[in-house]
């Protein structure tokens, strides 16, 4: 059975999503944001950050204030940055809810569909992009989930052989500017990337196309997992990177990415991602190997 309460969250008006298994909480009056997720009745798995911003030259601070957002790629503030703090349209569906916001200044129109199914402990998130504007825009789909520090993040890296014979490369790591490659917070190994959300200072950020699809965050013995479809062969921003691990003091971001394409007026694109947690560790052997030092 699925439960739709409207409640308070972390001091935030939000609509409450709940089974037998997992809760979850949206807010009303801003976003939308996923800023609450609990499995059985336990600690917010997500990180909550109410005074967080980013300073846009010219404009309005954008707000963070954390759990789960949708933005839009490639990174430009222009386009990345536009505040969200009108309330959204919050209708409520066959286990779940859908959710729309206002049309932003640059014409796009976010929206998403929340599925809960009755007793696992899975959600699926659809996020679209709606392009109501005059113009075409060229842009990708881009989801961040942000969560508390003291976990360790994964990135798997491809294992496929990209010919026969293994002659050409087949993993790719993309590193943003602000990233030391000899951060004893970044673990590089033949199967994964994996970072150590302990940071005291700086920032770092690593991405890498990824066919495998998913990315995790292991929390003690709590497993968050995202999944999302990769395109093979798709033109994916911030050179090919599909998924990406963002870490601070503060945070840490699981971020994936639909691939770029040109969006003329009326149309829309969706990127959907279906969210797993695991307890106890009863984790998917493919993921307990690649935590095992950790």
């Known amino acids: 059975m699925i439960d739709k309460i409207d409640t308070v969250y972390a001091g935030l008006e939000c609509v409450q999503l709940k089974n037998d298994q997992l809760a979850l909480w949206i807010t009303k009056s801003f976003g939308p944001r996923l800023i609450g997720l609990e499995a059985q009745g336990g600690e917010n798995l997500l990180a909550v950050l109410p005074d967080a ?13 954390g759990g789960h957002r949708l933005w839009v790629a490639p990174e430009r503030p222009e386009t990345t940055y536009v505040v969200d703090d009108a309330a959204p349209e919050i209708v409520p569906a066959q286990a779940g809810l859908d959710i729309t916001q206002p049309v932003d200044r640059t014409g796009i129109q976010k929206s998403w569909q929340v599925r809960l199914p009755p007793e696992d402990l899975q959600v699926t998130l659809n996020h679209r992009l709606t392009n109501r504007g005059e113009k075409t825009v060229r842009l ?12 360790v993040g994964l990135l798997p890296l491809q294992q496929e052989l990209e010919d026969e014979h293994g002659l050409w490369p087949n993993r790719q790591l993309l590193v943003w500017p602000y ?21 005291t200072v700086g920032a770092l950020k690593v991405g890498a196309p990824n066919p495998a699809g998913w990315l995790a965050y292991r929390q003690r013995e709590v497993l968050f997992i995202k999944r999302t479809e990769y395109s ?3 033109n994916y921003p911030d050179r090919g990177a599909s998924h990406e691990i963002y870490c601070s003091p503060t945070v840490i971001e699981l971020e994936t990415l639909g691939p770029l394409l040109d969006l003329a007026p009326g149309e829309s694109v969706d990127h959907r991602e279906i969210w797993q947690v695991y307890l106890n560790k009863s984790w998917p052997e493919e993921i307990k190997e690649l935590f095992q030092d950790f």
């Open 179 to 199: 990233t030391e490659l000899n951060s004893p917070y970044l673990d590089i190994s033949d199967h994964a990337l994996r970072i150590r959300a302990e940071m």
């Open 140 to 151: 990708a789909p881009w989801a961040v989930t942000m969560l508390p520090p003291g976990g």
């Open 232 to 234: 093979k062969g798709a």
């Open 53 to 65: 911003r980013i300073p846009v030259e010219g404009r309005e601070d954008y707000s963070l204030r």
